[in-house]
C-alpha cells in the first residue's frame, strides 16, 4: 500500500483490509485517535517527528520507501503509548525548551544605584563594583558579571543585588547557584519590586532543572498576579504534573 492509498483509507474512517496484519493493525488504530487530528496532518507531523529525531536531511530516502512500514508503525504507536510520537518524549528537553520561551532577564532597576548611561564607560567602572556588576549584566556578560557581583562586600549587598545576582547566575547556567540564591531570597525579601520576580525565576529554574513539582505553588501562585498571570496558566497548561 503506498503513501496516496494509505492517506485514502484513513480519510474514510474505517478500517479496511491491507496487505498485511502490521498495516492493518495501524489503519484500526487511527479510528481510535482524538477527534480534529486529519490525516493528512497526522502523517505530516509524524514526517517532521521522524526528520527531527534522525536529523536527516534526505527526505526523499524516506517518501521513496515502497511501503509505510515507518508511518504505520508510527501511527500503531500513537494510539499505544498516548500518541507520544507527536510530543518530545524527553523530559529534560521539554523543560529547557520551555524555560528558553518564558525566560528573559529582567533589565535592571534599582533607584540609586543604577547605571548612569550618560556616562563614559570607564567612570562608570571607577564608581561601585555594583555599577561594574549590573553593567556587566546589562551587556550580557553574565560570567563577568557573577564574578563581579562575588566580589561586592556583605555589607553592601541587597535584595536588589542578590536578585540581579541570581539572574545573572541563571542566564549563565549556573542553575543550582540561581536556586539556592533566590531560594534565600524567597524567604527573606520585603521588598514588594522584586517578590513576584522572585517567584517567577524561581519557578522557571525549577523547571529548567525538571523539578516541576517544586515550580508548582509558585505558578499557582502568580495566577493571581496582574504582570505573570498570563504566563504562569501558559506554563501550567503546557507541564504535565
Known amino acids: 500500500m503506498n503513501r496516496p492509498e494509505f492517506l485514502q483509507q484513513l480519510n474514510k474512517k474505517q478500517a479496511s483490509k491491507a496487505n498485511d496484519k502490521f498495516t492493518q493493525q495501524s489503519l484500526e488504530g487511527y479510528e481510535y485517535l482524538p477527534e480534529g487530528i486529519s490525516a493528512q496532518d497526522l502523517l505530516t507531523r509524524i514526517d517532521q517527528k521522524i526528520d527531527s529525531q534522525t536529523k536527516s536531511s534526505h527526505r526523499s530516502i524516506r517518501r521513496q520507501l515502497p511501503r509505510l512500514m515507518s508511518l504505520a508503525a508510527a501511527v500503531l504507536v500513537l494510539v499505544v503509548a498516548g500518541i507520544w510520537f507527536l510530543q518530545d518524549s524527553s523530559p529534560t528537553d521539554s523543560s529547557t525548551d ?70 545573572s547566575l541563571l542566564s549563565a547556567g549556573e542553575v543550582a547557584s540561581a536556586i539556592h540564591l533566590l531560594e534565600k531570597l524567597d524567604t527573606t525579601a520585603e521588598d514588594i519590586r522584586y517578590i513576584e520576580n522572585i517567584k517567577w525565576y524561581l519557578a522557571l529554574a525549577y523547571v529548567k532543572v525538571d523539578q516541576q513539582q517544586k515550580a508548582l505553588p509558585y505558578l499557582e501562585d502568580l495566577q493571581e498576579s496582574k504582570h505573570f498571570q498570563h504566563k504562569a496558566n501558559s506554563i501550567l497548561s503546557k507541564l504535565q504534573l
Open 98 to 167: 520551555l524555560f528558553s520561551q518564558y525566560y528573559t532577564p529582567l533589565a535592571v532597576a534599582i533607584p540609586n544605584q543604577g547605571i548612569d548611561r550618560g556616562e563614559p564607560q570607564e567612570y562608570s567602572y571607577a564608581l561601585s563594583p555594583i555599577t561594574e556588576a549590573l553593567h556587566q549584566y546589562e551587556q550580557g556578560n553574565f560570567k563577568a558579571a557573577n564574578v563581579v557581583f562575588e566580589s561586592i562586600p556583605v555589607e553592601q549587598k541587597s535584595e536588589a543585588t542578590n536578585f540581579y545576582h541570581s539572574l
